[in-house]
């Protein structure tokens, strides 16, 4: 991967049947809703063909705060972090589903509601940079 190519977050909403997936360019720092996928391996194709600079991950996270310590979460993230040298950081997730609901109005889009969880976390870490 070119360093000098790399110009997008991604905002990624794991989950165990779906992973939303939501993109912002470097330099507006907007993000968008982009798709939603199976697999790892289908995310590793899309941190090459998008010149991913940056990851946001959203960690599950009980209520209360603390950490839901999911076993296939965890493993996912594990693998994640070693199949690539792109940067991941990890950030509470809590009612970013429930904000998505809330911005389309029904959860029967279930994947465009994991897309826009995505977004609505991405957005989260980059007003905070």
């Not at 790399?6 to 779906?18: F, S």
């Not at 594990?78 to 029904?106: F, M, N, P, Q, Y």
């Not at 826009?116 to 007003?127: G, H």
């Amino acid at each position: 991967m070119n360093l000098e190519a790399e110009n997008q977050y991604l905002g990624v909403d794991w989950g165990e049947k779906r992973i939303g997936l939501a993109l912002a360019d470097v330099e507006t720092k907007m993000p968008l809703p982009f798709k939603t996928i199976n697999s790892l391996k289908e995310l590793l194709a899309v941190l090459d063909e998008e010149n991913i600079a940056l990851i946001v991950i959203g960690t599950p996270r009980k209520m209360a705060g603390e950490a839901a310590n999911n076993p296939l979460y965890l493993s996912f993230l594990k693998e994640l972090k070693a199949k690539t040298e792109v940067k991941v950081v990890e950030i509470d997730e809590r009612l970013s589903s429930k904000g998505a609901d809330a911005l389309i109005g029904s959860a029967k889009d279930k994947a465009g509601r994991d897309e826009i969880a995505a977004a609505i976390f991405l957005q989260t870490y980059l007003d905070r940079l």
